[in-house]
């Protein structure tokens, strides 16, 4: 499958974007801030989902105040999807020189008896992930590759197991060829699944007393996965010393919140 022309020079900035959805305040724009583009796992929830708690609610509380976060990830979209509802044209009228664009997604994409995500690992995943690179790229801001957070699965012998198939692979060789900052969440969840175990793993996810959901997290997940995004990007040099804090401090679960939805 090939992309159309319409998405291709949207993302180099060639057509008018549009400047509406989930835009920072108005006003003057902080120095830089980092927007989310991603899915469930990242996604800001509402009153009515928790305490489900998306990833990207989590990572203001490691951030400076001066480096502002806005978060466009989305329940149930994949990298195809976002692109061909207008999302990431959203995301590219708002991003200017100098900020960063985390794009983190394959939950969607792996879904391949649904033709409006599905997207094949090694050609149309890798394909419109080029969008979001090209299109940050182009208005000078930084893109940054994240592999797909890994969900709860174990093996019998109690083994934390992958669940991502060719996706975490097929972006890690996009990030190498387009020379893209790469953050592996995929790899450093698996391990720190590992490591919790079983049972302690439940603790991190959204399980309550009516449901046990083994893919999005519950404050003290999102809290965890936050603090991995932030290291890493310290370690990958797109944040330094300066715009962090907290990172070896125990976050409280009460500051998150989840707002009523908009009407």
């Given at each position: 499958?090939?992309?159309?022309r ?5 993302a180099?900035?060639v ?5 509406t959805?989930?835009a ?7 120095r ?9 796992t990242?996604?800001q929830?509402?009153?009515s989902a928790a ?9 203001p ?5 001066d480096?502002?976060?806005?978060n466009?990830a989305?329940?149930g ?8 509802e207008?999302r990431?044209?959203?995301v590219l009228?708002q ?12 939950h969607n ?6 033709p ?5 690992p090694?050609?149309?995943y890798q ?6 690179v ?8 930084r ?5 797909a957070?890994?969900?709860?699965r ?6 934390a197991?992958?669940?991502?198939g060719d996706?975490?692979a ?6 190498e060829?387009?020379?893209v ?6 790899a450093?969840?698996?391990a720190?699944w ?12 959204n ?14 997940g999102a ?8 290291r ?9 010393p300066?715009?962090v804090?907290r990172l070896?401090?125990?976050?409280p679960?009460?500051w ?6 908009a009407a």
């Amino acid at each position: 499958m090939s992309l159309s022309r319409r998405q291709i020079a949207a993302a180099l900035g060639v057509v008018p974007i549009a400047a509406t959805g989930t835009a920072h305040a108005s006003g003057r724009r902080p120095r830089r801030t980092l927007f989310i583009a991603g899915d469930s796992t990242a996604a800001q929830k509402y009153a009515s989902a928790a305490p489900e708690t998306g990833w990207g609610m989590a990572l203001p509380f490691f951030l400076h105040k001066d480096r502002a976060v806005s978060n466009h990830a989305v329940n149930g979209r994949s990298s195809k999807s976002f692109v061909d509802e207008g999302r990431l044209d959203v995301v590219l009228g708002q991003i200017r020189a100098g900020d960063v664009l985390l794009i983190q997604f394959a939950h969607n994409d792996e879904k391949a008896d649904d033709p409006t995500r599905y997207t094949e690992p090694w050609t149309t995943y890798q394909e419109y992930l080029r969008l979001y690179v090209d299109g940050s790229r182009a208005r000078g801001a930084r893109p940054v590759l994240a592999t797909a957070v890994e969900r709860r699965r174990f093996d019998v012998g109690g083994n934390a197991v992958p669940s991502h198939g060719d996706y975490p692979a097929a972006m890690r060789a996009l990030a190498e060829e387009e020379r893209v900052a790469l953050l592996d969440l995929q790899a450093l969840s698996l391990a720190l699944w590992q490591g919790l175990g079983v049972e302690e793993t439940k603790k991190y996810f959204n399980w309550t007393e009516t449901e046990q959901d083994n893919t999005h997290f519950n404050p003290p997940g999102a809290i965890a996965v936050a603090r991995i995004v932030v290291r890493e990007l310290m370690r990958t040099r797109v944040l330094g010393p300066r715009d962090v804090r907290r990172l070896d401090e125990e976050i409280p679960e009460s500051w998150i919140t989840w707002p009523q939805a908009a009407a």
